[in-house]
């Protein structure tokens, strides 16, 4: 009977050894699948990162429109795709005091690589992004933009593009891509109504 009892104490604490390696097991394997599935989501925050205010603020007179300045001090970075950023900041104009939001990216050596006027289309040589919409709650920092890249092809170029529906507490996505201009006003609007955006 004693050696019984010695038995099942045995037993009874190998189990209890690969049941705790077990657990173990699992919560690094969530882990890193959680690390997986994080990889390429785009988020949003609002910065303070020295860099991004001193260069707009520095590129501010050769960049951003003559009348205009730029509020940096609620910046929100967007993160897309590997280390991937833009910067949506907003705008005051100094003649009609109206306040907008622009788009900003940044090369691999943190300089200002272009600055994107809203509403309208830029030429890149890049042939990247040319073209940003962007509805801005002042509010809150909230808004929608509709990013837009150029493709140029054998006989005609198209557009494709990406809605962010951002929020100064992160970002509601709908990785939406786009076919062609006509999708604009509909987008926008839909991505405002969803973000009760003003």
């Known amino acids: 009977m004693k050696g019984l009892n010695l038995l099942m104490k045995h037993y009874v604490k190998r189990i209890k050894i690969l049941l705790v390696f077990s657990l173990l097991f699992s919560l690094l394997y969530a882990t890193y699948v959680f690390s997986q599935s994080s990889q390429g989501l785009i ?10 205010l001193d260069e707009l603020v520095n590129s501010s007179t050769k960049i951003a429109p003559t009348d205009s300045d730029i509020e940096s001090n609620q910046v929100v970075e967007v ?3 590997e280390n991937k950023s833009i910067y949506v900041v907003p705008i005051r104009s100094n003649a009609t005091e109206k306040r907008g939001c ?5 090369d691999k050596n943190k300089k200002l690589k272009q600055k994107l006027m809203l509403s309208e289309i830029e030429e890149t040589e890049s042939c990247e992004i040319i073209k940003a919409v962007f509805a801005c709650n002042r509010q809150d920092m909230s808004g929608v933009a509709v990013l837009y890249g150029k493709r140029l092809g054998a006989d005609n170029y198209w557009f494709e593009g990406t809605y962010l529906i951002v929020s100064n507490t992160g970002l509601l996505v709908e990785d939406k ?5 006509l999708d604009d006003v509909d987008t926008v609007a839909k991505a405002k109504k969803k973000l009760k955006c003003r």
Request: charged share 20%.
């Open 102 to 106: 622009a788009v900003y990216s940044f």
């Open 43 to 52: 988020s949003a925050k609002l910065v303070k990162e020295k860099f991004v």
């Open 79 to 81: 993160r897309y795709g």
């Open 177 to 181: 891509m786009l076919s062609n201009q």
